[in-house]
């Protein structure tokens, strides 16, 4: 998954989805998205729709490990 336009929300990705491509279980998700929330690299919709996207810190954190 990568972002399409470098914005706000992009990508934002379900649990569900996000098991599917990484292989993980959902329950691995979740945890995983509780751990970056509360470091500050992911944030969590507050609308009942499980949406999870990244902040400028995640990047910030893994692009030069991914982008070498």
């Known amino acids: 998954m990568t972002s399409e ?4 929300h992009d990508p934002a990705r379900t649990p569900v989805e996000l098991a599917e ?3 993980l279980s959902a329950e691995d ?3 995983g998205t509780l751990d970056l929330v509360e ?10 729709d499980d949406a ?4 400028k810190l995640l990047f910030v954190e893994f692009d030069a490990a991914f982008m070498g």
């Not at 336009?5 to 706000?8: E, I, K, S, Y």
């Not at 999870?52 to 902040?55: Q, S």
């Open 29 to 31: 998700v979740m945890l």
């Open 39 to 48: 470091r500050g690299m992911v944030e969590q919709s507050e609308y009942g």
């Open 21 to 23: 491509v990484t292989g």
């Open 5 to 8: 336009h470098g914005a706000w």
């Open 52 to 55: 999870i996207w990244p902040t």
